[in-house]
Nanobody
């Protein structure tokens, strides 16, 4: 069983930055991809970014590419999401998730989820 815990959310003005971190309870990252998703009020959960642990290959949704950077730290068992130039439309609850394989963009192919952390961007 993998337990994921997100941290780093908060309130920031438009144009500001936040760094989210996802800590995992077990050393399973060598076999999975880890992703970040977000869900705004009244909307479906959507893919934001992911990273394949073995290759470090990053994946981003178009709306955050160039502003967000996903990275991982094997020694700390964490996956971080650096978010720059934040916009009000980035406001959402951000979730970390882990999968054992499959399409990294597909919410349904992630087996483990964290509780989420709130990100609020004011205009």
């Amino acid at each position: 069983q993998v337990q994921l815990v997100e941290s780093g959310g908060g309130l920031v003005q438009a144009g500001g930055s936040l760094r989210l971190s996802c800590a995992a309870s077990l050393r399973t990252f060598s076999t999975v991809a880890v992703g970040w998703f977000r869900q705004a009020p009244g909307k479906e959960r959507e893919f934001v970014a992911a990273i394949r642990w073995s290759t470090r290959s990053p994946f981003y949704t178009d709306s955050v590419r160039g502003r967000f950077t996903i990275s991982r730290d094997n020694a700390k068992n964490t996956v971080d999401l650096q978010m720059n130039n934040l916009k009000p439309e980035d406001t959402a609850v951000y979730y970390c998730a882990a999968q054992l394989g499959g399409h990294v963009y597909d919410t349904n192919q992630y087996q483990y989820w964290g509780q989420g952390t709130q990100v609020t961007v004011s205009s």
